[in-house]
């Protein structure tokens, strides 16, 4: 296979590889010095299945820093992410382990960061356990970093402090706010002594929220 020449792609930083059969590959360029490429080279099969297998990792690996830099996601969702977006599956898991090694990803810190940004929405535990689920956290992470959810009474308070606006709420204004603090998260236990501190004697039947939901 004879390379007949390289093309400098600036807006990329890539470099377009274009072959003898008009084949083209897109690579950094450090391969090109990586596999000393230069223009009319030829390539026997396999050194070109060589530089295949590696423009293949390096795009994984490029892809791969890209998402982790828009936003924290653990490893099992990055895997996903990266095949989704047609990498081979073992090229992905190259990728995933090499920015593990350099530190880049770790589903520890991102299971802390995801707990912080849900508490701060004010999302009960219920909700969070949820989001760590959907972001393909191992649960061997869960414990550790639920720990650092604070206690939630205030955004509670404050939650229905602003729905009910400081009246006697009817029955029907009721099951909405309760369903909405449900909805984020919020154990029915906190939710009623929230409901006793906002008006004495204030309560609703647990079953009744139910029916609503269903």
């Not at 390379?3 to 072959?19: A, N």
């Not at 084949?23 to 396999?46: C, I, N, R």
């Not at 969070?128 to 720990?147: F, H, T, V």
């Amino acid at each position: 296979m004879r390379l007949d020449r390289l093309e400098p792609m600036p807006q990329s930083g890539r470099v377009k590889l274009v072959f003898a059969d008009g084949s083209m590959l897109k690579t950094q360029p450090y391969l090109v010095a990586d596999f000393g490429l230069y223009a009319g080279m030829e390539l026997d099969e396999e050194q070109f299945a060589s530089l295949c297998a590696a423009v293949k990792k390096a795009s994984a690996r490029e892809r791969a820093v890209r998402i982790v830099a828009a936003s924290g996601v653990s490893e099992k969702e990055l895997k996903r992410r990266l095949v989704q977006k047609g990498e081979d599956e073992n090229d992905a898991l190259d990728a995933v382990d090499w920015l593990k090694e350099l530190h880049l990803i770790d589903d520890a810190k991102t299971a802390e960061q995801i707990v912080a940004s849900a508490a701060a929405k004010g999302y009960g535990r219920a909700r969070i356990r949820n989001l760590l689920y959907e972001k393909g956290i191992s649960r061997e992470y869960w414990d550790e970093a639920l720990s650092s959810v604070p206690p939630m009474d205030d955004t509670i308070d404050r939650f229905l402090r602003q729905r009910l606006k400081g009246c006697e709420p009817d029955e029907k204004t009721l099951k909405k706010a309760v369903d909405a603090l449900l909805r984020r998260g919020h154990s029915w236990g906190d939710i009623q002594s929230a409901l006793r501190r906002y008006q004495t004697g204030l309560e609703l039947e647990e079953d009744d929220i139910m029916e609503e939901m269903e």
